[in-house]
């Protein structure tokens, strides 16, 4: 149901999994509601002890209330959190009680959609809010509160000032050509949108590090049959998750597990044994081995350390370069081979026993090694873009570099300003909208047109 006063209520933490659970609602309707439970309205931030009675006038719980006035608050509106205790009956008879006094159930993400639309925060801050909540590692943690705190909001905002004042220039010439401007600078123009083309790559270049925190470095363990990766695979869990077998082949399709190795995620990926000569259905293991190769951000290249070194297919071995391979030169429990790894001798490699567990900890160290290469860092902070704000930078570098092309081509003024449109249209996605009037307002307070 939707009351007039759209004050929405949801349990803010999961009830059953603490001795303290909180409800949280936001609205115009909100100040009623703590007066009505409490007699009078709690001062600002500060805990209130009070008996949570229903409308049927019953007992319900001992609660602590806290009240935010907006636009002081999470959401930029009254907001009043409920801590009762975490017995899910309890938050169930709460929650109820709210939406008969005229709440509504808050729908996925709804605080948060407020505080953006009560800015209160940009969306690439509302967007963090998730990346915080599913941060899986230091490294993604620090750069969801980064982000957080306005980290990227305050590189686009740096990137749009600078665009205003280069396209405003460029409007007051369009708009208005009998006006005693000063004449126009096509070098100073070009040198701001190569430096603004220049930062918007370097944000680009975050884009991937973004997914790896996001997600998790793609590690895929490949080798052929039975050279112990499923039980490496174990050995790094910490726990049995693949089938271990002496028969070849056991391995027929991929297994994914996620692990936390220093600041990282990393997503272990045990492939299909790399036969050459499988049977139909390792046939179809080995496809899909493929796939998750070209998909790799970092390869374990697992051989058995007791036998001569394999030979792999073409297909395999173009994808394997010491930059994204890591050689594992397993079984070290048993005599090696004199030539076990001399067909890799270029890889850096690392000599383990999944089955006593020699090795491991080296193998760890460079695991987690190999992911801190990947850090992006610009400046003081940690900054990596999701998919979306690639997306969108992706279409300003584009009209930049055709807006660059265009000035030294000395073409019309009017395209060029097109494109410088298009680039702020673009940064504007990142964080919320744009307001033409910000534009003119550079125009006029640049120019001092019509005065």
Request: aromatic share 4%; charged share 25%; proline share 6%.
């Amino acid at each position: 149901m939707t009351p007039t006063p759209d004050t929405i209520a949801a349990p803010a933490t999961p009830s059953g999994t603490a001795a303290i659970a909180l409800l949280r609602i936001s609205g115009p309707d909100t100040g009623n509601i703590a007066r009505a439970l409490t007699g009078g309205l709690p001062g600002p931030r500060q805990a209130q002890r009070a008996d949570y009675r229903d409308l049927a006038g019953r007992l319900v719980d001992d609660v602590l209330l806290t009240f935010f006035r907006g636009p002081a608050s999470y959401t930029g509106e009254d907001t009043l959190e409920i801590s009762c205790h975490g017995n899910p009956y309890i938050v169930q008879r709460i929650f109820e009680d709210l939406l008969q006094r005229g709440c509504r159930a808050a729908g996925p993400g709804e605080f948060t959609q407020r505080a953006f639309l009560n800015g209160r925060m940009d969306l690439s801050q509302a967007e963090a809010v998730m990346d915080l909540i599913h941060a899986r590692g230091e490294r993604a943690l620090q750069a969801a509160n980064q982000q957080l705190r306005g980290a990227l909001g305050r590189k686009m905002s740096g990137l749009i000032e600078g665009l205003l004042g280069s396209l405003a220039r460029i409007e007051a010439y369009i708009d208005f050509p009998d006006e005693d401007l000063p004449p126009e600078d096509r070098k100073l123009l070009d040198s701001e949108l190569s430096r603004l083309q220049q930062e918007t790559q370097k944000l680009l270049t975050t884009s991937h590090y973004g997914n790896i925190l996001r997600d998790g470095l793609k590690v895929v363990i490949l080798g052929q049959p039975n050279v112990g990766k499923s039980s490496l695979l174990n050995r790094l869990v910490g726990h049995d998750r693949a089938l271990v077998s002496a028969e070849p082949g056991t391995t027929r399709d991929y297994l994914e597990e996620r692990i936390l190795l220093g600041d990282h995620c990393l997503r272990l990926i045990d492939t299909a044994g790399l036969n050459l000569t499988p049977a139909p259905i390792e046939q179809l293991g080995i496809e899909k081995s493929m796939e998750r190769l070209q998909e790799a951000d970092l390869v374990l290249l697992v051989l058995d350390a007791s036998v001569p070194p394999p030979r792999f297919a073409d297909g395999v071995r173009q994808n394997l370069t010491p930059a994204n391979t890591l050689v594992v030169l397993n079984k070290a429990d048993l005599p090696p081979a004199p030539s076990s790894a001399s067909a890799f001798a270029e890889f850096e490699s690392v000599a383990t026993s999944a089955t006593t567990g020699v090795g491991l900890e080296t193998l760890s160290a460079a695991l987690s090694r190999r992911a801190a290469a990947f850090h992006v860092e610009l400046g003081e902070d940690l900054i990596a873009i999701n998919a979306r704000h690639a997306d969108a930078l992706g279409r300003a570098q584009a009209s930049l570099i055709r807006a660059i092309e265009q000035l030294e081509a000395n073409d019309p003024t009017e395209l060029i300003a097109h494109e410088l449109r298009e680039v702020l249209a673009a940064y504007g996605e990142i964080a919320g909208k744009i307001d033409n009037e910000r534009m003119l307002d550079h125009l006029f307070a640049t120019f001092c047109i019509g005065k």
